[in-house]
DNA sequence: CAGCTATATTTAAACGTTTAAACATTTTAT
DNA sequence: ATAAAATGTTTAAACGTTTAAATATAGCTG
């Protein structure tokens, strides 16, 4: 019954040459050399028998698994979920498989993730990094592993990266709103040491400073990841019901958008009559909320592409580090409509 | 430089013992008969050189690659990546890897993916499976290939399963509206052949029949999934605007409900004033609109982590055909407000 | 001390590939 | 006619594991 799967050696055995030629006619090497004939009676065969080489064993062999590892952060958040996709895609391009895990953001996870990965031979990672894991990375670069970091990167740390230029993506997005009339700009963002959340940071305050705008601590609300309902929240009541209101919210990550809007909403705050609100990432749920939002667009086409495209650039030893940090997009919709001001009226 | 990675030889010759008895050590077996120094001082070799196991060459010997492969809908749907997530966590509870694919409905792709996933020696398969596969799921069953179905299923098809009771679920949303006073009730599903989707149609007739309402064709929408947006956009237009209007429409797919929410949002609809909703799935994106709404919960973690058991456990040769039909939730909110009676004014 | 048992370790083959090198046969050149 | 070159195919080893079977050594029994 449970018949094994046929092997070049079975090939063999049926067309009466050795495996070594299967081999060959199979791979396409040394075809000037192999007679007609037999390839021909050898792919016959191949195919009758329904081979499928075995790349468990090429893998083995070859000390190449064709496989790359993907470390997200949380494959629920469609950001990554996308990327996931992205990447999926350019490596079945590339003719590589992808294997992929999520951190949640867990440097313990981050690190049992990387060991599975590699204990399945991959030949390179993707990593988004989740904050504390540098030295990880450190000793995977020692290793000498091939892996290129995406979204994340740490500026100490000499690797590929391809990236966000976080610091001018807000920037734009905070200049877009002092443009249109608003000086009171609070900012949603993470209570981290990522670098990349805190560049967003950078490029906001950089922003208002340039404008000569005052740079609030109070409206720079920091949020810990583990508690974003709760605590976005609270951070939306007090920046649109404290003592001093802003007049717009720009957030740094989709997940804090969406958190933000949905209090915005409890609070029956209206976009942009009460405030005017800059969302960042792309995300299916910004279409259902009552005001069409001006958001932040990452590349996230580009990132996967090019991160996989260096990757496996060095798997083929054509070394490249590159350091990316590609631009966002300011799409501008409705939830920042330009202040009338009192001259018009 | 470029330092090949520890094997078990090497250990054997740091030690001075054989492969063997290296394998035999760190693999914990033969444990009564080997002496406890010789134990110790492999192990503590085996730390010393960082030795990782390789898995390629593991799976080789001993045709098991724990590895299982998950094909999804689309890894972009968040039910899909729900579903990849509950699994990827089971899988790993019992030290097996998930590598995964997204067939985007497309029955070549799907083939395409099979191929690749079977080549890589996968033990097995976990299957959403697009429209026009049967036969393709038919020939892998031929192949005594072990695969369990999540979502989706093919009557015909004598397979395990874990999939949703779909008609009891639209029994159940449809019974929900009709109790709550909306009569004239609309459905917008999916233009297909695929069975979980015709059974979503068959309990909002059944519920409509039992309540002796009429089951009009023109109330029931099916859209082709490469066009939801503009065809969505059309069905709800029709559905509220027509001669005929409906009071009520259930969804049955969360990209539908999305699309259709947006449409109503567009046509500047009120709900539950103007007409009442029900959606399918979860989507972040539903508290985004204006009102709570009353959705079908599909028990994804159960459908998930029970399929992939009942892999496991065939894999593990516990035989077990299961055929699985959970129950859906059916969480009801303000979009499906009861009607207020006449009486009552 | 012969024979047995228990304990500790090794030998050797296998999994399915790849590939350098060897071998055998035919063709071409001189 | 013979050496050299071209053509076609095979041999053998290797990748890093696992594991049945063989072997070696020591301890015990009567």
């Not at 609070?186 to 981290?192: E, W």
């Not at 996989?308 to 650039?313: A, F, G, K």
Request: aromatic fraction near 6%; glycine fraction near 4%; include cysteine.
């Amino acid at each position: 019954m449970m018949t094994r799967k046929t092997s070049l050696k079975d090939i063999a055995q049926a067309v009466g040459v050795s495996t070594t030629l299967v081999s060959y006619v199979l791979n396409n090497k040394k075809e000037n050399r192999i007679s007609k004939e037999v390839a021909q009676k050898i792919r016959q065969a191949a195919q009758d028998l329904n081979y499928r080489p075995n790349q468990i064993a090429k893998s083995l062999k070859l000390n190449k698994t064709r496989t790359l590892g993907l470390i997200v952060a949380d494959i629920a958040n469609p950001f990554s979920a996308a990327l996931a996709r992205v990447i999926e895609d350019e490596a079945d391009r590339q003719n590589y498989t992808v294997i992929f895990g999520s951190s949640e953001e867990s440097p313990e996870k981050f690190q049992k993730l990387t060991t599975t990965l590699l204990n399945r031979q991959v030949d390179g990672l993707l990593i988004a990094a989740p904050a504390g894991t540098e030295s990880q990375l450190a000793e995977l670069q020692k290793q000498a592993i091939p892996f290129v970091l995406i979204d994340r990167y740490f500026p100490a740390l000499k690797t590929s990266y391809v990236a966000l230029d976080n610091a001018q993506a807000m920037y734009k997005a905070v200049r877009h709103l002092i443009n249109s009339g608003y000086q009171n700009i609070g900012l949603v963002s993470f209570n981290t040491s990522l670098f990349h959340i805190c560049e967003r940071g950078r490029g906001y305050r950089q922003a208002l400073q340039e404008a000569k705008l005052p740079v609030r601590k109070s409206w720079q609300k920091e949020i810990n990841n583990a508690h974003i309902a709760s605590e976005v929240s609270k951070a939306i009541q007090e920046l649109v019901l404290g003592p001093k209101p802003v007049e717009a919210i720009v957030f740094a990550s989709n997940t804090l958008t969406i958190a933000g809007l949905k209090q915005l909403k409890r609070l029956n705050k209206k976009v942009p009559t009460d405030l005017a609100v800059v969302g960042f990432d792309e995300a299916e749920a910004y279409e259902l909320f009552e005001t069409p939002l001006t958001y932040i667009k990452q590349p996230v086409q580009e990132i996967g592409e090019l991160a996989t495209q260096i990757l496996l650039d060095v798997l083929n030893s054509n070394n490249r580090m590159i350091q990316a940090n590609l631009e966002a997009a300011l799409v501008i919709q409705d939830s920042t409509r330009p202040v009338m001001t009192p001259v018009l009226l």
